[in-house]
């Protein structure tokens, strides 16, 4: 299982690319793509890319824990929750940075 | 210090109105990100895990009061209210937005500051001793030098696109407190047979996946050579160094793959072509750079600390002026470390209330001086011994009056996976589970010196490689584990920690830490044999059998 992930060019915050097309802050709100839905990616990306709003535009494997969605890798997991040690709050998105494909 | 002149001034707002001009261009989508990637690199600004990171450059790590008021009204109104010193002496905030970047660099450039060369293939930020202008035991001043290499090295038409960065190190006493063996360039100030100061020169250390010791490539040059000296350094570097392979292109591995000899004879070739030639450092020039380091008016006084008094009446102050000041040249002066590692805190991060308060006091007690270390603490150079009680009283009420310096639980850190985007693990919560761990005040005294460096990646930020204990994170099958090394030493006597074992887990690094602190408790031969010199008495063997046993 895979979502897509990426930084929003106006404030540089972790987002994740939703169900409804539009990058979230949240990534609950994340579209998860099966392993048949894998070659999906690959044109999202390049789609996400033309928009020049997103960076460092990625995949990243996750997996469903207690209904929940969980990224594999720790350095995603910090990633969509903030710094851990003290805990800050991830960065915010304003009106002005939404983006949609 | 040094003050801007006009072609300063003209260079560095120039740079800012490119930049908002590039800034627009990416916005309006006119520069794509990777068009747009390499010039926000060149003005100090990444993109890190949670948002952009801008590194200002606080050249040589010397800063005045204004400037450091600067910084603190651009953490309160750009940023979330803090910064992170670091080991280049510079200051990092984490949270910027992209639009604001141009606003605080303009902000920046009115207090003489900016964030170019903090990035890049490029000569980076000179470091230098923090102690520079003030310390007993200095041979010479090493800052006018360091300015004139900033001059040198400032977009350098023939050096902005290097193989790799390149960083230069400088110090001017015999004690070495700014790890020039670990540069790409390190400096040490040399005085000839005839007394005349100049400076040796090392060449080829680092740290990184691939550490090194610099080797002494010259004795002596003296000052008005040096520029042209450094100039052939960075030419046979620039015309040599690996460009095929980014792990291989510092200095350091030409050096090693070429060898000293042959480095050194490339160098000496291109000196001969380059020597007397414009690079030549007039004496009036460097008089004129010196008079903005003048020393300033200090007022003649005989006073000097009664320790032992101190420690009967007020063990608390007792402790800061023990470990948090460092002998003036200037007698009833001393300078203060302001130590950036509250047990439990961040270490290197102040807020922006604590940097107007270290603001106002380097204004009422320091002659308007600062300082950063690259062991990332703030210095006031310049505090009358009379005035320390006072300066301690104000630092206590706002959190920054611990007296830690050189101690267990003055670490330096890198700030690892919790902000970086290169990280394996996370480097600040080992350092405050250490802290907690030996925090207290009995603790520390009884363990003495001791050097604790983390890094969060192999790319050593943290210094792990010279830490007396040095910490690395790796990751394994996606857990992150800790290795741990002995016996760096980034001091004179240079050396790089060997590996003690296997990683192990986060919870078990304090268990770890303590078990070669115990070692050392019951091997060193008196309270004054330091952990580092215990350890290279004895070897790493007790420590090795110590750090298996679990
Ligand atoms: S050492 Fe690694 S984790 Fe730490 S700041 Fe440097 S690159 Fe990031």
Redesign the interface.
Known sequence: MQILTA?E??????VYFGDDRHWHQDIQRARIFSETEASELDGLIAAA?AT?RL??VAAEKVRIDKGRVVA????ER??AE?????R?A??PLRESDHVSL | MYRYDEFDLGFVSGRVDQFRDQVRRRIAGELTEEQFRPLRLMNGLYLQLHAYMLRVCVPYGTMNAPQLRKLAHIARKYDRGYGHFTTRQNIQFNWPRLQDVPDILEELSEVEMHAIQTSGNCIRNVTTDQFAGAAADEIIDPRPVAEIIRQWSSLHPEFTFLPRKFKIAITGAPEDRAAVRFHDIGLMAQEDEAGEVGWSVYVGGGMGRTPMIGQRIRNFVPHEDLLAYLESVLRVYNRYGRRDNKYKARIKILVHEEGLATIREQVDSEFEKVRGGILTLPEEELSRIRAYFAPPQFVLSDDRFNLADLKRNDAGFARFVEYNSHPHRQAGYTSLTISLKPIGGVPGDATAEQMEVVADLAERFSFNELRVSHEQNLVLPHVAIRDVRAVYDVLKEYALAEANVGLITDMITCPGLDYCALANARSIPIAQDLARRFGTPERQAEIGPLKINISGCINACGHHHVGHIGVLGVEKKGTELYQLTLGGDASESAAIGDILGPGIVAEAVPDAVERLVQTYLGLRETKDETFIAAVKRVGAVPFREAYLAT
């Open positions: 930084n060019l106006l404030s540089g915050a972790s890319v020049k960076i460092s594999q890798r720790l350095r910090i990633r903030g710094p851990t040690s003290p800050h991830v960065q």
